[in-house]
T-cell receptor, first 115, second 115 residues
Framework: AQKITQTQPGMFVQEKEAVTLDCTYD???????LFWYKQPSSGEMIFLIY??????QNATEGRYSLNFQKARKSANLVISASQLGDSAMYFC????????????FGTGTSLTVIP | GAGVSQSPSNKVTEKGKDVELRCDPI?????LYWYRQSLGQGLEFLIY????????KSGLPSDRFSAERTGGSVSTLTIQRTQQEDSAVYLC?????????????FGPGTRLTVL
């Protein structure tokens, strides 16, 4: 089974609108970390936001927030007030420190912000 | 610069030749990861080093691929007898520790083209 699933290959959003990028994960480890990364066309991978499995509140970082629904194993990224510079690939990832410490990445979602 | 660095940034080689890709992680980071990203695709895990422990080589696609990490710092990924399907961007990342919350910091990547 896939550890991380991103079901939206491509998304479009109007500038200044909010957008949600979906991510579901699969683990039996009670301790894990969830991450979102942004990869613009330049190719660099930029860390956006982190959510720990024991965190009670949803993580927020500026315009980014993570909608963490533990029972549904869902960790959706919400970008508010989209900007043209948000156009990029977005990857969801998970780390399981108790089982090998690898990072598992999803296949990514390509976000295009329309002016 | 305190980030992860990789060299060369671009490498063009002929089929059958060996190549070496270098990664300098962030100072003090104990974990180092190599990934491969083909055009328009997600990240494919290759190998993971953690401190002085034996590396996790489970992602290496064939015995033509090998990696080492000297002195717990710099790492070299070697591809022997390169094939055209090895063409991709090779990304290196480092992480401060092994806790779930330790995010990865990525280098700019090495774009490998095998003619």
């Amino acid at each position: 089974a896939q550890k991380i699933t991103q079901t939206q290959p491509g998304m479009f959003v109007q500038e200044k609108e909010a957008v949600t990028l979906d991510c579901t994960y699969d683990t039996s480890d009670p301790s894990y970390g969830l991450f979102w990364y942004k990869q613009p066309s330049s190719g660099e991978m930029i860390f956006l936001i982190y959510q720990g499995s024991y965190d009670q509140q949803n993580a927020t970082e500026g315009r980014y927030s993570l909608n963490f629904q533990k029972a549904r194993k869902s960790a959706n990224l919400v970008i508010s007030a989209s900007q043209l510079g948000d156009s990029a690939m977005y990857f969801c990832a998970m780390r399981e420190p108790n089982t090998g410490n690898q990072f598992y990445f999803g296949t990514g979602t390509s976000l295009t912000v329309i002016p | 610069g305190a980030g992860v660095s990789q060299s060369p940034s671009n490498k063009v080689t002929e089929k059958g030749k060996d190549v070496e890709l270098r990664c300098d992680p962030i100072s003090g980071h104990t974990a180092l990861y190599w990934y491969r990203q083909s055009l328009g695709q997600g990240l494919e895990f290759l190998i993971y080093f953690q401190g002085n422990s034996a590396p996790d080589k489970s992602g290496l696609p064939s015995d033509r691929f090998s990696a080492e990490r000297t002195g717990g710092s710099v790492s070299t990924l070697t591809i022997q007898r390169t094939q055209q399907e090895d063409s991709a961007v090779y990304l290196c990342a480092s992480s401060q520790g092994t806790s779930a919350h330790n995010e990865q910091f990525f280098g700019p990547g090495t774009r490998l083209t095998v003619l």
